[in-house]
């Protein structure tokens, strides 16, 4: 199975900061990578797709970066609605993976 | 617009069976795949399985094969996931999830709004 390892678990920080999440793959998975944000008691939404493609609705703020093992996921200026865990998950082979999560919390 | 609504919560004794549903609706039902996907208390999301809803196929994580199984109804645009031999390990929400296709790179574009099931004797 492919791993996929997330860092940090979690991070502190302020409303207008700019947060970096990376995920790194255990092998590459190309392009195969996908990010998503859950709410407590949500169901999780899908933000960036094939690494660098931005789900449609979601704001210009977050953006992804990355390929083969090593992705990036940035949001450019943290807003009160950004407050969530983060999860990457790789389709490039069953089964088809998640990150352990990375939750964002108020400094 | 595209809605998965799956069916309501369950409570369930160790060495039991569950089955859950998921029904689609705003876009053709055999056109893309359903992926089901559970989350444990406090725990990360754990991808299960999915059904390719247009020829049956299935794929399943060793970790649940032969106690997991994915079908659909197509007529009823409805796919159901069952868990065999439950041990209190398997409390979890479980989440049915369609994927965007190919050129969505198969990622997990709809989910539904979550089952919790509970194992407890």
């Known amino acids: 199975d492919i791993q996929m390892t997330q860092s940090p678990s979690s991070l502190s920080a302020s409303v207008g900061d700019r947060v970096t999440i990376t995920c790194r793959a255990s092998?590459?998975?190309?392009?195969?990578l996908h990010w998503y944000q859950q709410k407590p008691g949500k169901a999780p939404k899908l933000l960036i797709y094939?690494?660098?493609s931005l789900q449609s609705g979601v704001p210009s703020r977050f953006s992804g970066s990355g390929s083969g093992t090593d992705f990036t996921l940035t949001i450019s200026s943290l807003q009160p609605e950004d407050f969530a865990t983060y999860y990457c998950?790789?389709?490039?082979?069953?089964?088809?993976?998640f990150g352990q999560g990375t939750k964002v919390e108020i400094k | 617009q595209v809605q998965l609504v799956q069916s309501g919560a369950e409570v369930k004794k160790p060495g039991a069976s569950v089955k859950v549903s998921c029904k689609a609706s705003?876009?053709?039902?055999?056109?893309?795949?359903v992926h089901w996907v559970r989350q444990a208390p406090g725990q990360r999301l754990e991808w299960m399985g999915w059904?390719?809803?247009?020829?049956?196929?299935?794929k399943y994580s060793e970790k649940f094969q032969g106690r997991f199984t994915i079908t659909r109804d197509t007529s009823a645009s409805t796919a159901y996931m069952e868990l065999s031999s439950l041990t209190s390990e398997d409390t979890a929400v479980y989440y049915c999830a369609r994927d965007l296709g190919s050129s969505g790179w198969y990622s997990l574009g709809y989910w539904g709004q979550g089952t919790l099931v509970t194992v407890s004797s």
């Open positions: 094939a690494a660098s």
């Open positions: 998950q790789q389709s490039y082979t069953s089964p088809r993976t």
């Open positions: 705003g876009y053709t039902f055999t056109s893309y795949a």
């Open positions: 092998q590459s998975i190309s392009n195969y």
């Open positions: 059904i390719n809803t247009g020829n049956d196929n299935t």
